[in-house]
């Protein structure tokens, strides 16, 4: 027989504002934000102590990931559509002749090739797994983060460890 623990943090305060614009279908949407909201579940075997990982430690990798796209523009710095260029302070993002410049204060550049939900979720993932292996929780089995961008509408990845 196999059993899977789960246990999963969501909304309350695993939430960050930030910009974004994406690409799709050869368009790319005007610059706009969201009030984002991250779900997180993990699975894996319980530990000595009866839990999968602790909700508290868990909560607080999120937090720390949520809050460094808090107030950001995120920018897809693998986009094989806009065309980027960094600058000592700035970043400048153009697409089809329109363009736009930022502070590199306001910018979080990702390593995703397009600012949706689902690849900001892998983005996330990756980083939340990294936290949660250093503080220990090396037994997992599957993560999984879902970025909501609107109540309701919500892009997931999941790995299988
Ligand atoms: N699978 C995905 N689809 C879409 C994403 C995404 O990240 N993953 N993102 C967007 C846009 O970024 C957008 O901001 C949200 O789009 P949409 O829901 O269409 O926005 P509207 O305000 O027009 O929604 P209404 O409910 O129709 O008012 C698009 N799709």
């Given at each position: ?9 969501e ?27 991250v779900i997180v ?105 879902g ?15």
């Open positions: 027989m196999h059993t899977t623990r789960k246990v999963s943090v909304r309350n305060r695993l939430r960050f504002a930030a910009a974004h614009m994406a690409t799709f279908g050869g368009a790319c949407e005007p610059l706009h934000g969201h009030n984002y909201d579940e993990i699975e894996g075997p319980l530990t000595e102590d009866g839990w999968v990982w602790d909700f508290g430690a868990v909560k607080r990798a999120a937090r720390e990931l949520a809050e460094l796209l808090d107030h950001k523009f995120l920018l897809q710095r693998k986009s094989a559509h806009l065309d980027i260029r960094e600058e000592p302070d700035a970043w400048e993002v153009s697409f089809q002749g329109k363009t736009y410049r930022f502070p590199a204060s306001d910018v979080l550049p990702l390593p995703i090739p397009n600012s949706t939900a689902e690849c900001i979720a892998e983005w996330f993932t990756g980083q939340l797994l990294e936290a949660l292996q250093r503080q220990g929780a090396t037994h997992l089995r599957r993560i999984s983060v970025i909501e961008e609107m109540p309701g509408q919500v892009g997931w990845y999941t790995l299988e460890l």
